[in-house]
């Protein structure tokens, strides 16, 4: 079956516009994660969902970062007036729960560069 | 505060020759650790998932040893080849936060050289 996938796969944008970057998790997994990997902090966690229950939203980095889950499936995460520390790739990744035993599973990332 | 090191950054070696990667965490109380590959430009790849009750996982060439007491795990990549080239990050979900999150290293770079 199909991997995770991102869309796009490179984003380029001026200071102060908002993005959304899309994730399409393997189907039939229940946990959805985001995480970002940038050149000064290394790959960190920013959200994550599982199911219908309340993400978990301590490794967002300001207001201006915002994620939902659609359907308990396709994810976006939205960041508002972007600023050049924004720039890193964001990478999604899915497991069929949190718990347990499962890998997570990684898509290729969005390569976001903020102007 | 939970930390997890991978050292050294960088590493190369020749063509044949055994590869071992370290990482270290700071809290023994884990509930499992994963070792990834990252190749340059692309996601992640996921090698071998060790639980907390697990002293090691096998994989072809790979082998992962966990011991939690002393808080550390290494990643053994047996007669390497150019192809191992890449990025190896060890990455931990703690016991307490195990609904969730992984916190990673940040990475072994490896180059394997012909």
């Given at each position: 079956g199909a991997g995770v996938s991102q869309s796009p796969s490179n984003k380029v944008t001026e200071k102060g516009k908002d993005v959304e970057l899309r994730c399409d998790p393997i189907s039939g997994h229940t946990a959805l994660y985001w995480y970002r990997q940038s050149l000064g902090q290394g790959l960190e966690f920013l959200i994550y969902f599982q199911g219908n229950s309340a993400p978990d939203?301590?490794?967002?980095?300001?207001?201006?970062f915002s994620a939902e889950r659609t359907g308990g499936s396709v994810s976006t995460l939205t960041i508002q007036?972007?600023?050049?520390?924004?720039?890193a790739v964001y990478l999604c990744a899915s497991s069929?729960?949190?718990?347990?035993e499962e890998t997570q599973y990684f898509g290729p990332g969005t390569r976001l560069l903020v102007l | 505060k939970q930390e997890v090191t991978q050292i050294p950054a960088a590493l190369s070696v020749p063509e044949g020759e055994n590869l071992v990667l370290n990482c270290s965490f700071t809290?023994?109380?884990?509930y499992n650790l994963q070792w990834f590959r990252q190749d340059p430009g692309k996601g992640l790849t996921s090698l071998l998932l060790i639980q907390s009750s697990q002293r090691e996982q096998t994989s072809g060439r790979l082998n992962a040893s966990l011991d939690k007491s002393s808080g550390r795990s290494t990643l053994y990549i047996a007669a390497?080849?150019?192809?191992?080239?890449a990025t190896y990050l060890c990455a931990v979900k703690w016991a307490a936060d195990s609904w969730g999150k992984l916190q990673f290293g940040a990475g072994t770079q490896v180059v394997v050289t012909p």
């Open positions: 939203k301590s490794g967002l980095p300001s207001d201006r007036r972007t600023q050049q520390e924004d720039s069929w729960r949190p718990r347990g | 809290d023994s109380a884990i390497s080849q150019p192809g191992d080239s």
